[in-house]
């Protein structure tokens, strides 16, 4: 039997579409059952009603987290979700909730964590300088952007980046990276141990490493003009 997935958004939901699309290949290890956001004008919404998914919103807004959380686990329950994919869902959670979807519950998050949490990581990466940015789905765990990796995807950072052009390139990688991490959580080839995650699934193999060290970056000559 396919995992039941929900997928909790606040926004756009491009995320929430390479998930639907995803899951859409036969053998898939799990169905997208729900799509819940926690703003009634979420774009996501859309989206996944147009792709045939049910929809629901739980108003988070105006309201104490416990009621809001509450109304969420009610109707997670009452659909028989197994698994929670948190795709630019922008309420904390609290560690009582967390807890209760330990091990069932992922997100993502565009960098390559534990670097930049929060919010404005592209910004952050340009300003920070770094050679390698990307986006990492993860195990949610209390502590905001916390919790065991399951995969990572690394991207240049290139000299003429802004942070539209570099949120493209991880964005393009997240959509390939998430339908990937939530069918190796589903298939069950996800083991946590001493609070890392293990993945049985095709290893990486070789370096990435931007500027790409080739013979003249080894160089211990000046560059010629
Ligand atoms: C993504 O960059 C995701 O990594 C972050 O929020 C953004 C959501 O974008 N958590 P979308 O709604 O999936 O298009």
Known sequence: MKARVAILISGRGSN????????????????????????????????????????????????????????????????????????GFMRVLTEGFVRAWEGRM??????????????????????AGVRLHGCTVHLVSPGVDEGPILAQAAVPVLAEDDEAAL????????????????????????????????VEAEGASGVLANPLPGPAALSTQPPRD
């Open 106 to 127: 992922l997100n993502i998050h565009p960098s390559l964590l534990p670097a930049f949490k929060g919010l404005d990581t592209h910004r952050r990466a340009l300003e």
């Open 16 to 87: 929430m579409a390479a998930l639907i699309a995803a899951a859409r290949a036969p053998d898939y290890p799990a169905e997208i059952a729900l799509v819940l956001s926690n703003r009634a004008d979420a774009g996501g919404l859309a989206l996944a009603a147009a792709a045939g998914v049910p929809v629901a919103v739980v108003e988070s807004r105006g309201r104490p987290r416990e009621a809001f959380e509450a109304e969420l686990q009610a109707v997670l329950e009452a659909r028989r979700i197994g698994l929670v994919a948190l795709a």
């Open 167 to 198: 949120a493209a390139r991880v964005l393009a990688e997240e959509h390939r990276l998430y339908p990937a991490a939530l069918a190796w959580l589903a298939a069950g080839r996800v083991r946590l141990e001493g609070g890392r995650a293990r």
